[in-house]
C-alpha cells in the first residue's frame, strides 16, 4: 500500500529565510513522488517529480526536493522564500500496483511568507 | 494554464438533487481522473478513465457515476446530493496512465455547495 505523511500542516517563514516542507511516504515499490502547490483559489499545479532518475529533483520556481531511500523521505526545499510561495502543498505518491495512475495525496501543508 | 478546463467553477444546489460536472482533458491526454478534495478526507482519488473505458476506482460512492465520451472529455455525474458531498472536484489528466511516470495536469476545479 502507499501512503503519504506530510509532518507539519502549516508552516511559516518571513520572506527571504528557506522553505523546508516534510514529507515521509510509505511504498512497496520504488515509488514515483510529486509535489504540488495549490494557490488560493486555484486548481494543483506541478512543482516536481522523481521517477528513480537523479534523486535531488529540481522544480519550477526555485523549488527542489531530495529523494532519500534509506529515510523513506521526499522533503520540499526552497532557498529564499517569496510572498508569492503562500500556498498549500501536497507531496503525493503514485500506486505502483494494478491502479496504476492512482495518486496518493498527503494532507497538505499550507505555507505562510510574513514580509 | 495546465490545458485541462472544467465546468461549472461553481455549482449550488440542494440536497437530493443531481448535477454533472464537465471535464476536457488536455489535447492528446488518454486518461482522466477525478478526484475531490474536502476539508475532512482531503484529497481523494475517485475514479480512472483511459480512452473511454474505466481503468481504476477508489472512494468513489454509489451515488456518483462517472464516463469518458469518444471525444475524451469526461462527466461526473453525481445524485441524491447530500450535504457532505460539498467539496471541491478536480479533474486531472495524462497522457497514457499506464506508467507510474505520467504526470497528472489539473485543472482549475468545481466547487459543490450542497444546501
Known amino acids: 500500500a502507499q501512503s503519504v505523511t506530510q509532518l507539519d500542516s502549516h508552516v511559516s517563514v518571513s520572506e527571504g529565510t528557506p522553505v523546508l516542507l516534510r514529507c515521509n511516504y510509505s511504498s512497496s515499490y520504488s515509488p514515483s513522488l510529486f509535489w504540488y502547490v495549490q494557490h488560493p483559489n486555484k486548481g494543483l499545479q506541478l512543482l516536481l517529480k522523481?521517477?528513480?532518475?537523479?534523486?535531488l529533483v529540481k522544480g519550477i520556481n526555485g523549488f527542489e526536493a531530495e529523494f532519500k531511500k534509506s529515510e523513506t523521505s521526499f522533503h520540499l526545499t526552497k532557498p529564499s522564500a517569496h510572498m508569492s510561495d503562500a500556498a498549500e502543498y501536497f507531496c503525493v505518491v503514485v500506486d505502483r500496483g494494478s491502479t496504476l495512475g492512482r495518486l496518493y495525496f498527503g494532507r497538505g501543508t499550507q505555507l505562510t511568507v510574513w514580509p | 494554464d495546465s490545458g485541462v478546463t472544467q465546468t461549472p467553477k461553481h455549482l449550488i444546489t440542494a440536497t437530493g438533487q443531481r448535477v454533472t460536472l464537465r471535464c476536457s482533458p488536455r489535447s492528446g491526454d488518454l486518461s482522466v481522473y477525478w478526484y475531490q478534495q474536502s476539508l475532512d478526507q482531503g484529497l481523494q482519488f475517485l475514479i480512472q478513465y483511459y480512452n473511454g473505458e474505466e481503468r481504476a476506482k477508489g472512494n468513489i460512492l454509489e451515488r456518483f457515476s462517472a464516463q469518458q465520451f469518444p471525444d475524451l472529455h469526461s462527466e461526473l455525474n453525481l445524485s441524491s446530493l447530500e450535504l457532505g458531498d460539498s467539496a471541491l472536484y478536480f479533474c486531472?489528466?495524462?497522457?497514457?496512465?499506464?506508467?507510474?511516470?505520467?504526470?497528472?495536469?489539473f485543472g482549475p476545479g468545481t466547487r459543490l455547495t450542497v444546501l
Open positions: 486531472a489528466s495524462s497522457a497514457s496512465g499506464q506508467t507510474r511516470q505520467d504526470t497528472q495536469y
Open positions: 522523481y521517477t528513480s532518475a537523479a534523486t
